[in-house]
């Protein structure tokens, strides 16, 4: 098959956003999540697919559907393919689309009254922001703010851990840790931070107004500091040897707790 020049371009192009360079896009690869993001009414800018794919009955209708969306559509081998995937063994279909909105205006009008939010501090393994979000969703939380310096939740790594959540989960992006704290303030938001340390166990606390859940680096987790800034801190008891869990993990943990509290029931 041969390869135009408009295709060579948006392969280009490709690459560039998913490697960063082009911040107001973002890279979506694999069937499943071009799905969440069809059905998560993102504004598609570009659809890549190999050849063989597209004979599959449902990749062609999720391909079409996508190509309805956009002008930009390349049919290309699985080795072109295989150039610009950030995974060891191609998808088949990747998918360019706008940036969701990830600004302080946009994350504010989308919240309730009570909100119940995930602030996620420092964290830079993206696949452990991505398994955050798809929890936090999971567990009714209204929004999650990623501060300055934690992992890009719309890059690719994240986009996959996540799930199709980053597309409907409303996040803040990139603000200091001090001014999310004082934003929370500010709105009679109590921010709880996790912490192995703290003496009060994450039951003993009353999660069912509005809140904030603080989670810090995998490593080193939260620093004194940045817990003696939030309203309260809590632990989660640990048995044997273990000194702690992995950071999505507890996160999910500690959000379900919230969740049960605040009585909110799953469709199962």
Not at 90 to 112: C, N, Y
Not at 122 to 132: E, K, L, T, Y
Not at 183 to 198: D, G, K
Not at 253 to 260: F, G, N, Q
């Amino acid at each position: 098959m041969k390869i135009t020049s408009r295709d060579n371009s948006l392969l280009r192009r490709a690459r560039a956003v998913r490697d960063g360079k082009i911040e107001e896009s973002i890279f979506v690869e694999g069937l499943r999540l071009c799905e969440e993001a069809l059905s998560s009414g993102l504004k598609i800018e570009a659809v890549i697919h190999s050849e063989e794919i597209v004979r599959k009955e449902r990749a062609g209708r999720v391909i079409a559907e996508l190509g309805s969306l956009c002008d930009a559509v390349a049919s290309v081998s699985e080795k072109l393919l295989d150039s610009i995937s950030y995974t060891k063994t191609p998808q088949g279909i990747v998918l360019l689309a706008a940036l969701p909105p990830s600004d302080e205006a946009t994350f504010k009008s989308r919240q309730p009254a009570s909100p119940q939010l995930v602030i996620i501090h420092g964290i830079n393994n993206p696949v452990n922001v991505g398994a955050i979000l798809r929890t936090a969703e999971a567990a009714g939380v209204t929004g999650a703010i990623a501060t300055a310096n934690t992992s890009d939740p719309f890059s690719p790594k994240a986009l996959r851990g996540a799930m199709g959540s980053a597309f409907r989960l409303p996040i803040w992006t990139g603000p200091d840790y001090s001014d999310v704290i004082a934003w929370c303030a500010e709105r009679s938001i109590r921010t709880i931070a996790a912490s192995a340390n703290s003496p009060r166990l994450f039951t003993e606390v009353d999660w069912r107004g509005p809140s904030a859940l603080v989670v810090g680096p995998e490593s080193s987790g939260l620093s004194a500091d940045e817990i003696a800034a939030a309203t309260e801190a809590v632990r989660i008891p640990m048995q044997g040897s273990v000194e702690s869990l992995n950071v999505a993990v507890a996160t999910g943990v500690l959000l379900y707790e919230a969740s049960r509290q605040r009585g909110r029931q799953g469709s199962g």
